[in-house]
């Protein structure tokens, strides 16, 4: 695990290294255990490492046995040893232990469709000497982050925005229709930032570019829903288990301390009832929990840790936790509208304290049908019967009725008809509100970038089951702008690896066979997950009610965060940005201070202020930590890595 970040020139100029030691130096957090250079007369490449496998031989940037192909590589492999094995039947010297040395030598052979034989996940970079050609490409699921950017004739790529932000040609320039996608959707676009420019490798894509070749971005994989209709419930649950079983033995693979996050959900329970299974001792869990009873989930991540004998680390946290704000919003790296990013952060703040590496149970909730939304999604389709002339009528009554009435988003909610009632339902700020919180100089291109149309036609699209429709959506956007985005910067941001099982790209692929009706019955998700795991986990785990990730955010706006929320969202800085009506955002305090839920829409534009004060006020600096290696670097005259003598520092 590691950051990486390089630059390539497109016109053949001489690349410029010290940009990429600079960018490098932004994401120490990212490995604070070593780092390397390599340079070529375009090119230049950097990493940061957190030593995993192979502690003492996976330096990089490694290379092959001549030094014509070089790579740096964020993440993990997990069929590498298997990999290398077929590579060493054919002939190939590897001189290291690791999985990235394996990758130069499966490029050797396939070029960019080496990608596909990859199982885990991924962020990584090639530079091929003798083509000229510089690939970049990122897991199936977007697991591993991977951004790029380019300024005139150079291509500028990193994990991090911030480290981009280092090269003195990128400006700090908001992209617009990437704020009105985040008040909509809690995040940025798929392929966009925050930052004009700078875009986001999507999942499952590589990037190829040369000199005298402009980028080009291909797609290797896609999910697909295809209901197994001939195998009986009782089989696809064995392999389920099976699945399961080869996933999290898979991702055990560590040199270092490895550990679980449990929630105490079922998510992450199956993936520490599989370890247990599977023979490791001791297993160390980390919990998170509040003192408001409504969100903490301590008691039943205490049951599984009994259950199962774990090392068990738990911490409660208090609305004093926003303490941590500031480090918490330079490690976000763009304003983010999730909440739970504070616990994620908190938790892997305990985990750091007694292991490397964790496992967490990200993922199941797509696979599976989890989510609340798909239970309100099936009831809304029995409303949606309600003849259309009662529901327009409907409609026309909440148009004509004051905001904060109640009632009124009821009314316009049930007007609408198919997928604009879901994507309605999943939006945060509305489109009438939208229009309300922008000045009326910024409404048009913000809305420019609304994403509501584009999914109602991506739905509409995809066609089949409307299970299937909404998990698949799920799966390319929610989970790799949302979730994955969380765990891996907040897992980053304290030098641990975050690890996703369920997310083994054959575990999803089994996942999308699994017929919708025996994923989602009676109003109730997880159906054949639950009964697969009958056998592992305790029923009162099993069936207990789904609580989420939550922050209980308006319980503290409404107490002793009251003050803050007044002092930033309304602060002279805050108003001089000219980006909101300050008296709808007074309207927002008023209404939430009077019972209206509307924590995680301030929450959003607490992000959003402050990361505008850490990054485009530039107000701070990254903290400043030495690396526990010495420096590689190389060039193209140098000796290969593997032959290298390694120097360390004491």
């Known amino acids: 695990m590691c950051g990486i970040a390089g630059l390539l020139s497109l016109d053949g100029r001489p690349a410029q290294p010290d940009q990429v030691r600079a960018m490098c130096a932004a994401i120490v957090h990212r490995g604070p255990d070593d780092e390397g250079f390599y340079a070529d007369a375009e090119v230049a490449l950097g990493m940061r490492r957190l030593s995993i496998l192979d502690l003492d031989g996976g330096h990089q940037p490694m290379s092959n046995e001549d030094g014509s192909v070089w790579a740096v590589f964020n993440g993990e492999i997990y069929n590498y040893r298997e990999l290398r094995a077929g590579l060493d039947a054919r002939g190939h010297v590897l001189r290291s232990a690791g999985d990235t040395e394996t990758l130069v030598h499966l490029y050797e052979e396939h070029g960019a469709d080496f990608v596909s034989q990859l ?18 490409a990122r897991d199936r699921l977007g697991i591993k982050p991977l951004f790029y950017a380019q300024r ?36 940025t676009p798929p392929d966009r930032s925050i930052l004009a420019g700078v875009r986001k490798l999507e999942p499952a894509r590589t990037l190829v570019a040369g000199p005298g070749r402009p980028p080009v971005v291909r797609r290797y994989w896609e999910i697909r829903f295809e209901p197994d209709r001939t195998s009986t419930e009782g089989e696809l649950c064995e392999r389920l288990r099976a699945h399961l079983d080869a996933a999290v033995r898979e991702h055990l693979a560590s040199d270092v301390p490895l550990g679980a996050f449990l929630s105490g959900g079922i998510d992450s329970s199956a993936v520490v009832a599989t370890m247990a299974r599977l023979g490791v001792a001791p297993i160390r869990t980390f919990s998170i929990g509040f003192s408001e009873r409504t969100h903490d989930e301590l008691a039943y991540a205490r049951r599984v840790a009994r259950v199962f004998g774990t090392e068990h680390h738990e911490l409660v946290l208090e609305p004093d936790v926003l303490g941590v704000l500031d480090d918490l919003v330079w490690h976000l790296d763009e304003p983010f509208g999730d909440s739970s990013a504070i616990p994620t952060f908190m938790v892997s703040r305990l985990a750091a304290r007694h292991v490397t590496v964790v496992l967490s149970g990200d993922g199941g909730d797509e696979l599976f049908a989890g989510y609340e939304r798909y239970q309100v999604e099936e009831r809304e389709r029995r409303v949606a019967r309600i003849p259309r002339w009662i529901r327009v009528l409907a409609g026309r009554i909440a148009t004509a009725t004051p905001e904060w009435t109640r009632g009124r988003n009821f009314l316009r909610h049930h007007a609408l008809d198919g997928w ?27 809305e420019s970038g609304d994403p509501s149309r584009g999914l109602v036609a991506d739905l509409n699209r995809r066609g089949g089951h409307w299970l299937s429709a909404l998990q698949a959506l799920d799966i390319e956007r929610y989970l790799p702008l949302d979730i994955l985005a969380k765990v891996d910067r907040m897992s980053m941001a304290h030098s641990i690896e975050a690890r996703v099982p369920l997310l083994d790209h054959r575990l999803v692929e089994f996942a999308a066979t699994i017929p919708p009706e025996l994923q989602f019955r009676d109003g109730i998700g997880k159906q054949l997950f639950r009964r697969a795991l009958a056998p592992l986990l305790p029923r009162e785990i099993l069936h207990r009610p789904k609580m989420g990730f939550a922050v209980p955010l308006d319980v503290w706006f409404r107490g002793r965060l009251g003050p803050y929320l007044h002092d930033l969202l309304l602060s002279r800085e805050s108003r001089a940005r000219g980006i909101f009506d300050t008296g709808y955002i007074e309207q927002l305090i008023g209404q939430h201070a009077l019972g209206r839920e509307l924590g995680l829409h301030l929450w959003t534009l607490i992000s959003f202020e402050l ?9 701070a600096a990254p903290p400043v930590t030495s690396p526990r290696r010495q420096a590689v670097v190389h060039g193209p005259d140098a000796i290969p890595r593997h032959l290298a003598v390694s120097r360390r520092s004491t």
């Open 119 to 136: 199982r885990g996940m991924f962020a990584l970079a090639i530079w091929d000497r003798r083509r000229r050609t510089l690939l970049l």
């Open 152 to 187: 005139g004739s150079t291509l500028y790529f990193a994990s991090e925005v911030k480290a981009l932000l280092q090269v003195p040609a990128i400006d700090r320039q908001l992209d617009w229709q990437a704020v009105g996608h985040l008040f909509a959707a809690l995040s």
């Open 420 to 446: 604009e009632r879901y994507v309605d339902a999943v939006t945060l700020f509305r489109l009438h509100q939208r229009q309300r919180l922008f000045r009326p100089e910024f409404r048009d291109i913000v």
């Open 611 to 619: 990361w505008c004060r850490r990054f485009l006020d530039g107000r």
